[in-house]
């Protein structure tokens, strides 16, 4: 596995790149252009100058997260056709910069939902939660309010100009079906994706986050058949899946090793994170160790292991720990952790299975 750290941009993100280098095993950023709208074309200078600045640190900029996807290409109107020329010129410029894997994601309106970005925790950290009631009553421009109006940084997926025309957008996809979001998902993967074989790039989707619906809103990407249906709609090795264990996850029905088994071969992209999930629905964020969250973090990087897996792989989020000023589920320190964690297993594993006689205590 080759590990990579999400990183917002020198203006966007507390977190120092010489800090990240400083995370053992790290070997480059997961990085966009934050404020450029979805839809346009990405200037070549900017990139140029988050390829210098990672340069200069000894990291890469392999991964993006993400190229977003106009609402317009969602929900397959006329005007799609220039949107997804702009998304194709912008692959190729990727590609001229050395990027290799580009994640990105499908869901309608909203990114990942979640209704506290400050959940405390009984050790006083603070991270991101989900209450299935509290969303269940909320009016959308409520969360709105909730997580795009943070004072502090723009969330991801959040962005101001997006957001803006929430109830518009409401209104454009009331009889939007999920069949229409598959068809116009298959609209634009057969468009994208030669353009990305022919530059060696690797397209990998982002599972829907939560993996239902919300708002009414179709989700289409949510379990193994779903990721099965959209890997058969343009059979390519550049139409490929970000496996997100922590956004499938959290539905109790998805199995997240048996997936890295099934899928090996088309996850150029791993995210690895735990959730504690509970009966009523809710789900919390919580640290990287399997004993602390639902999920098998050990069984999860077992099954990367056992098939060989050498795509990326990032920790995801992380809680908030040690009083540091960070834009929730990204600060430094817990993802830090969470890293040496999955190294841990990874490398615990390298050992048992690769030299067994040492293992075992013999010379
Ligand atoms: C949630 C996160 C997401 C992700 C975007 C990708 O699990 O990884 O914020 O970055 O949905 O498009
Ligand atoms: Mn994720």
Not at 239 to 251: P, Q
Request: glycine share 8%; charged share 25%.
């Amino acid at each position: 596995m080759r590990m990579v750290f999400r990183w917002f941009g020198k203006d966007h993100d507390r977190v120092e790149l010489q800090h990240v280098k400083q995370i053992p095993g790290v070997e480059g950023v997961v990085w966009a252009l934050h404020d450029i709208p979805a839809g346009e074309e990405w200037p070549m200078d900017r990139m140029l100058e988050v390829k210098r600045q990672a340069d200069e640190c000894g990291l890469h900029i392999e991964v993006v997260e993400s190229v977003n996807v106009h609402e317009d290409i969602k929900l397959g109107l006329p005007s799609r056709d220039g949107y997804i020329e702009n998304y194709q010129r912008t692959i190729e410029k990727l590609a001229r910069v050395g990027v290799k894997v580009i994640c990105y994601n499908f869901m309608p309106v909203f990114d990942w939902i979640r209704t506290d970005l400050y959940k405390r925790m009984h050790d006083g950290s603070t991270t991101l939660f989900y209450e299935k009631r509290k969303l269940d009553h909320m009016d959308p421009a409520e969360l709105v309010a909730a997580i795009a109006h943070n004072p502090d940084h723009v969330m991801p997926g959040w962005e101001p100009e997006r957001l803006k025309y929430v109830k518009q957008l409401f209104e454009a996809y009331s009889g939007v079906t999920k069949e229409d979001l598959w068809h116009n998902l298959q609209y634009f993967l057969e468009r994208i994706v030669p353009v990305a074989e022919k530059h060696g790039i690797r397209m990998a989707m982002h599972p829907d986050d939560p993996p239902w619906p919300v708002f009414g809103l179709p989700r289409i990407v949510t379990s193994s058949e779903d990721i099965r249906r959209l890997l058969k709609l343009v059979d390519s090795p550049s139409n490929g899946i970000t496996l997100c264990s922590g956004s499938l996850g959290a539905n109790p029905d998805n199995n997240v090793p048996e997936m890295v088994e099934e899928f090996a071969d088309r996850i150029p992209f791993a995210h690895i994170r735990n959730v504690k999930i509970y009966e009523n629905g809710d789900f919390i964020e919580t640290s990287h160790r399997s004993e602390d969250g639902s999920l098998d973090i050990y069984r999860i990087v077992k099954a990367y292991h056992d098939c060989q897996f050498t795509g990326y792989v990032r920790p995801d989020h992380g809680r908030t720990i040690w009083g540091e000023q960070a834009r929730p589920g990204y600060g430094l320190y817990d993802r830090a952790l969470g890293i040496m964690y999955l190294w841990g297993i990874w490398d615990a594993l390298e050992r048992s299975t690769n030299s067994p006689v040492e293992s075992a205590g013999a010379e």
